[in-house]
């Protein structure tokens, strides 16, 4: 029977390395692609984020409570890192950069990941009488790569506050200027709201990105497989 709390679902289903693996590269994926705008706001000359205490890998400083509860809940969060924009080097292209280097993490993550897990399925999986610790190891692997997917895809939307409305900010000033009122955050969550809980665009764009994960995936099983004569 569905009890409506998505841990609780799982956990009935037996469905615990998948609840596992989510709950896991949640965590570590947003601390670490906050990390990143954080590494990124350093180079460009702002402390900030080692002055207010961001630059550490635990989660709770990165996600804050409400995003704590909000994930515990419907497992959604988010992250922040604050940065003083007046304090870069690049005036021009200083926010771009800062606010490119967390999807760039997810980049990397997910390139990292999903490489592991074909690896893992071509060395492992596709042979008879797998372990099941394998199924678990590819499972946990292939979720972490299709949610840093999902979150570089995400954070790329040019929808206040991601950080695609940031990059996009820097390369046009009447976008930049419309980012300037102080309800256009409020305006881009209605937007992120109406996209992935009133249409189809939410399930689609998930489905998508399993696709690339699962397309990834299998094309480094096929090359393991041909390297080894699997």
């Not at 980049?107 to 897990?117: D, E, N, P, Q």
């Not at 820097?170 to 102080?182: E, G, Q």
């Not at 399930?203 to 397309?215: K, N, T």
């Amino acid at each position: 029977m569905n009890s409506g709390w998505w841990i609780a679902d799982y956990w009935q289903a037996g469905q615990t390395v998948l609840l596992a693996s989510w709950i896991i590269w949640v965590i570590v994926s947003i601390s670490l692609h906050e990390l990143g705008h954080g590494v990124a706001a350093i180079w460009e000359g702002d402390d900030t984020p080692r002055r207010t205490g961001h630059m550490t890998f635990n989660p709770l400083v990165h996600m804050g409570t409400y995003s704590i509860i909000a994930f515990l809940l419907i497992g959604f969060a988010w992250g922040l890192m604050p940065v003083n924009p007046h304090n870069f080097r690049h005036r021009r292209w200083g926010d771009a950069i800062v606010a490119a280097a967390g999807p760039a993490v997810n980049l990397i993550l997910a390139f990292i990941l999903l490489t592991a897990a074909g690896t893992v399925s071509g060395l492992l999986l596709a042979k008879d009488g797998a372990p099941q610790w394998a199924e678990h190891l590819f499972t946990f692997l292939l979720i972490g790569g299709w949610l840093n997917l999902i979150l570089l895809a995400l954070n790329l939307l040019p929808i206040p506050p991601l950080d695609g409305s940031r990059i996009l900010a820097s390369f046009s000033d009447p976008y930049a200027r419309l980012l300037m009122n102080p309800n256009a955050s409020l305006i881009g969550l209605g937007i992120f709201i109406m996209l992935f809980w009133i249409t189809d665009f939410g399930s689609v764009f998930m489905g998508l990105m399993m696709s690339i994960s699962d397309a990834w995936a299998g094309a480094v099983q096929g090359v393991v497989l041909g390297l080894t004569g699997g």
